[in-house]
């Protein structure tokens, strides 16, 4: 494949964030804007603005080599506990704003660290919670991450009488060395009992994830992780490229060890294994749906939460560290336990830093994420924005069309698959000269 803007495609993997998941960059944000935040709870919603909501459980058995999300490994039950009333505390404050504007949730979105860690009890105190404020008989979706040595079938059948719909397994790769050399908390001979258990309990959509470009990953051993996810028959499969952000223990040991560049694979490697990957699954009877993601069945298989999100819903995001958007204006909430669970205790809302774009910014934000599905529509945004993307953007989608990356037709932005193995770093053109920082 070819430069884009003078990146190299054969470079090794560098520290740093690859993933393109919102805009302006949170490096932006900033606590002085917190007020925002405020404000924008206490306005009412634009008509027919669709409300999601997104919980983070931040607990987990182990913490990944690779991971850069906010995770504890160490709390007991009474600290789990108490962090699970201070979600039901937060919600209870979201509850009662204006915002709100009497919506019932169109999604739900259990994240983390490791949802499952929760024992059921945990859960359906939670979740019974939740419900009171915010039924969820509307919901078209409500997601629910798992790690598979953490299922079992009495929480599986919890997590369906929850209404769950759909069941994420964070498999990652299906080798034992290197789960273990990765710092994955789960075992090889796990994950097909966890699989074949949620399975058998009916579950609208299991979706599988998996990384390519893993710590000591070879073709070899990715091919039979495609072959086994094939065997398996998911729904849905998820596929992310490794990535080495700064938070990272394998960053960590870069620093010690002096080294620019992670033991991983090299990016044009990895985009080489999620190409093969696409291929197999195609010949499958799968359809690739976004840079990450292929369903099995296209008209029945949806990620609501991504492309409501992606289309300017609005989103309250409980618990620590955790993202929202509301009315235009992006939030963070404080990022340390104690913080955020005292701030709740004394009945005020943990609001860290914020951001509220304006309406180019707003527009940008939309273009960039759902370019990541693999193709945009122009009058969408000349609708919703009045601005025609093609003319506003001209000068990259003309380096991107005459790389052979992208493709304009009736109407339609079409990355080619070389396009969508790389969008993540071909999205940083469509920033404003301001928001640029350097990406792999």
């Known amino acids: 494949?070819?430069?884009?803007?003078g990146v190299n495609q054969q470079d090794r993997t560098t520290a740093g964030s690859y993933f393109v998941s919102n805009y302006p960059p949170y490096s932006f944000w900033q606590t002085s804007h917190a007020p925002a935040a405020h404000a924008a709870l206490n306005g009412t919603p634009a008509p027919g603005t669709p409300l999601g909501i997104y919980v983070h459980i931040p607990f987990c058995r182990k913490r990944c080599h690779f991971c850069y999300f906010k995770v504890y490994t160490g709390k007991d039950s009474s600290e789990i506990n108490r962090y699970l009333d201070a979600l039901i505390r937060e919600l209870t404050l979201c509850a009662s704003k204006p915002f709100t504007g009497g919506r019932k949730p169109g999604f739900v979105y259990f994240g983390g660290g490791t949802p499952s860690y929760l024992s059921t009890q945990q859960l359906m105190r939670l979740v019974d919670s939740m419900k009171q404020l915010f039924p969820w008989d509307q919901a078209g979706e409500i997601a629910f991450e798992c790690e598979p040595g953490t299922i079992t079938q009495g929480k599986l059948e919890i997590l369906r009488e929850m209404g769950i719909t759909r069941l994420s397994l964070g498999i990652e790769n299906f080798n034992q060395q290197i789960l273990e050399v990765n710092g994955r908390a789960h075992g090889e001979r796990e994950i097909e009992t966890s699989f074949r258990s949620a399975r058998a309990i009916g579950f609208p959509q299991i979706n599988i994830d998996l990384i390519a470009g893993m710590m000591g990953e070879t073709e070899s051993n990715w091919k039979d992780c495609v072959r086994r996810t094939i065997d398996l028959s998911p729904d849905s499969v998820t596929i992310y490229q490794m990535e080495v952000p700064y938070n990272t223990t394998i960053y960590k040991e870069m620093r010690v060890l002096g080294a620019s560049s992670a033991p991983v694979a090299p990016w044009h490697l990895k985009r080489h294994w999620v190409d093969y990957a696409f291929n197999e699954l195609a010949q499958a009877g799968y359809s690739i749906a976004s840079a990450y993601t292929a369903v099995k069945h296209p008209e029945r298989t949806r990620f609501l939460y991504r492309d409501l999100l992606w289309s300017g819903a609005d989103m309250i995001g409980l618990g620590v560290a955790s993202f929202s958007h509301v009315r235009g204006t992006h939030y963070q909430n404080l990022h340390d336990f104690e913080p955020y669970i005292e701030t709740l205790e004394r009945g005020e809302l943990p609001i860290w830093r914020a951001c509220t774009p304006n309406a180019e910014e707003r527009m940008i934000r939309e273009f960039v994420l759902q370019l990541k599905l693999g193709r945009v529509r122009a009058s969408y945004f000349q609708n919703k924005f009045n601005v025609d993307v093609l003319s506003r953007f001209?000068?990259?989608?003309?380096?991107?069309?005459?790389?052979?990356?992208?493709?304009?037709?009736?109407?339609?932005?079409?990355?080619?698959?070389?396009?969508?193995?790389?969008v993540d770093r071909l999205l940083h053109g469509f920033f404003l000269p301001q928001h640029h920082e350097q990406h792999a």
């Open 1 to 5: 494949m070819d430069e884009v803007q």
């Open 394 to 422: 001209d000068g990259h989608l003309g380096t991107l069309r005459e790389q052979g990356l992208l493709a304009v037709e009736d109407g339609w932005l079409q990355l080619s698959r070389d396009g969508l193995l790389q």
